[in-house]
């Protein structure tokens, strides 16, 4: 069956630019994360979804970070007013159940880069 | 804080050999702790995950010990192979939080044949 899938896979912006990103997470899946990973680090959380309900964001960063799961399925991370310090690969993760030890399964990622 | 160290420098071994990776925390209590494999330009992978009350925990040639006492877990890969080359990172976790994963920073391993 298909996997996470997140696109796009790459995505060069201005600074000052507003992007998106999307995340289409394994059918059936309740849980859905967002991580943000720096070159030659660990993931780092920044938000979590419960089908549509957001509830854990505090890792976004800042309030130019926004992210929605409309109707419990895709979700999309945007990032206004991007900074360099925002370049990193973004990983969208989901799993089947909500919260505890479920497997999680990640999306390939997308590669943010801010010139 | 909250603080997960894995060891930064690249671990480089002979195919055949028994890789060992370590994983230390400090200032928090897990009930579990993951492993996950993490390839060039992809998304981590679930390995294993091992609770608290267990001391060991093994799957085909990857073994994982949890010493909640040291706060450390080690993670083997035995006979490994030139295939195991990838940066595995570790995931301590808190029971009843929403299941997000806390990652240390990774360790590269090369397996040269």
């Known amino acids: 069956g298909a996997g996470v899938s997140q696109s796009p896979r790459y995505k060069v912006a201005k600074r000052g630019q507003d992007v998106a990103l999307r995340c289409d997470p394994i059918s059936g899946h309740v849980s859905l994360f967002w991580y943000q990973q720096a070159l030659g680090q660990g993931p780092e959380f920044l938000t979590y979804?419960?089908?549509?309900?957001?509830?854990?964001k505090s890792g976004l960063p800042s309030d130019r970070f926004f992210a929605e799961r409309p109707e419990g399925s895709v979700s999309t991370l945007k990032i206004q007013r991007t900074q360099q310090e925002d370049s990193a690969v973004y990983l969208c993760?989901?799993?089947?159940?909500?919260?505890?030890?479920?497997?999680?399964?990640f999306g390939p990622g997308t590669r943010l880069t801010v010139l | 804080s909250q603080k997960i160290e894995q060891n930064s420098e690249a671990l480089n071994i002979q195919e055949g050999k028994t890789a060992t990776l370590t994983c230390n925390y400090t200032?928090?209590?897990?009930?579990?702790l993951q492993w996950y494999r993490q390839d060039p330009g992809r998304g981590p992978v679930f390995l294993l995950l091992i609770r608290e009350n267990e001391k060991e925990k093994r799957k085909e040639r990857l073994k994982v010990t949890f010493d909640t006492t040291l706060k450390q877990s080690l993670f083997h890969i035995t006979a490994s192979q030139p295939a195991d080359s990838a940066t595995y990172l570790c995931?301590?976790?808190?029971?009843?939080?929403?299941?997000?994963?806390?990652f240390g920073q990774g360790t590269t391993l090369q397996v040269k044949p």
């Open positions: 979804f419960q089908n549509e309900a957001q509830l854990d």
């Open positions: 993760a989901s799993s089947y159940v909500a919260g505890g030890t479920d497997t999680q399964y």
């Open positions: 995931a301590p976790g808190v029971s009843g939080n929403t299941g997000k994963l806390i």
């Open positions: 200032n928090y209590s897990p009930a579990y």
